[in-house]
């Protein structure tokens, strides 16, 4: 592409997201929807650029992802998104209520089950649990890492024959809960819910072909404040993907 076709292009991009933003007041602070499963690095993220950003301050609503789509759907002040996987964001950026050119992958993640240690069972092994067993696992109409578990256990040929041992959590935290309160002796959850915790541990991750990849994708909300793709930017920056790794998260 010549290079004045380019520059135009690139300029193009920058005004449309400029004009998906609002004048931000120096006491409003940006709101971010973040999924679950952010809930313990997302104050870190908030600190370091508050520190780094004069004057900006940033607000963030937890919640699984599907829930929090239907918030912004209901017109919820959010200026922006922080979901559990690409598709609600699409969904979202499809309805004209993301910004599509400020969407981006900001970190990775790994699908793993999770129990006690020494409890005897891997993936493939979730059918010979006894009869009285329980497994814990995102709703996967509104939970990304019950979506991912789905397709994982779809692919293993086991999600139909395990129906009917499944406990649904609503959101990846209610999941970690119920195997950690021992109300089910396994759950599936994404690797980075065990940062912190010594009572669970690893017993098998997702591999192979069928296997997922979870990803933590975020975007403007159309008419958010302008500071929203600001704290995006940030969130993608080294100094970001350094905080979000060191609570466990891929790269990218």
Request: with cysteine; proline share 6%.
């Given at each position: 592409?010549?290079v004045?076709r380019?520059r135009?292009?690139?300029a193009?991009?920058?005004?449309?997201?400029?004009?998906?933003c609002?004048?931000?007041?120096?006491?409003?602070a940006?709101?971010?929807a973040?999924a679950s499963?952010l809930r313990?690095?997302m104050p870190?993220?908030t600190?370091?650029?508050e520190?780094?950003?004069a004057?900006?301050?940033?607000?963030?609503?937890?919640?699984?992802?599907g829930?929090?789509r239907?918030?912004?759907?209901?017109g919820?002040?959010?200026?922006v998104?922080l979901?559990?996987?690409?598709?609600?964001v699409?969904?979202?950026?499809s309805?004209?209520?993301?910004?599509r050119e400020?969407?981006?992958?900001?970190?990775?993640?790994?699908?793993?089950?999770?129990?006690?240690?020494?409890t005897?069972?891997?993936?493939?092994?979730l059918?010979?649990l006894p009869?009285?067993?329980?497994?814990?696992?995102?709703?996967?109409?509104?939970?990304?890492v019950g979506?991912?578990a789905?397709?994982?256990l779809?692919a293993?040929?086991e999600?139909?024959?395990?129906?009917?041992r499944?406990?649904l959590?609503?959101?990846?935290?209610?999941?970690?809960a119920?195997?950690?309160?021992g109300?089910?002796v396994?759950?599936?959850?994404?690797?980075?819910?065990l940062?912190?915790?010594d009572?669970?541990?690893?017993?098998?991750?997702?591999?192979?072909?069928?296997?997922?990849?979870?990803?933590?994708?975020?975007?403007?909300?159309?008419?958010?404040?302008?500071?929203?793709a600001?704290?995006?930017?940030f969130?993608?920056?080294?100094p970001g993907e350094?905080?979000?790794?060191s609570f466990?998260?891929?790269?990218p």
């Amino acid at each position: 592409m010549p290079v004045r076709r380019c520059r135009f292009a690139i300029a193009l991009v920058v005004l449309a997201t400029m004009g998906a933003c609002r004048k931000q007041g120096p006491d409003e602070a940006t709101s971010v929807a973040a999924a679950s499963s952010l809930r313990e690095v997302m104050p870190e993220l908030t600190r370091a650029y508050e520190a780094s950003h004069a004057g900006r301050r940033v607000t963030a609503t937890y919640a699984a992802t599907g829930d929090l789509r239907k918030q912004v759907e209901a017109g919820a002040p959010v200026d922006v998104v922080l979901f559990a996987g690409g598709r609600p964001v699409d969904d979202l950026i499809s309805e004209g209520r993301a910004v599509r050119e400020s969407r981006r992958v900001v970190a990775t993640n790994e699908l793993v089950l999770v129990g006690r240690k020494g409890t005897p069972f891997t993936f493939a092994t979730l059918t010979k649990l006894p009869a009285d067993e329980k497994i814990a696992v995102g709703d996967p109409r509104t939970v990304p890492v019950g979506e991912y578990a789905r397709a994982y256990l779809t692919a293993l040929g086991e999600w139909d024959a395990l129906q009917g041992r499944f406990v649904l959590g609503a959101s990846v935290a209610a999941v970690l809960a119920y195997v950690r309160r021992g109300e089910v002796v396994v759950g599936i959850v994404y690797r980075t819910e065990l940062h912190g915790i010594d009572d669970l541990v690893v017993l098998d991750e997702a591999k192979g072909e069928g296997a997922p990849r979870p990803q933590v994708v975020g975007a403007v909300v159309t008419g958010g404040r302008e500071g929203a793709a600001d704290f995006l930017s940030f969130v993608a920056s080294p100094p970001g993907e350094t905080l979000l790794a060191s609570f466990g998260f891929g790269a990218p």
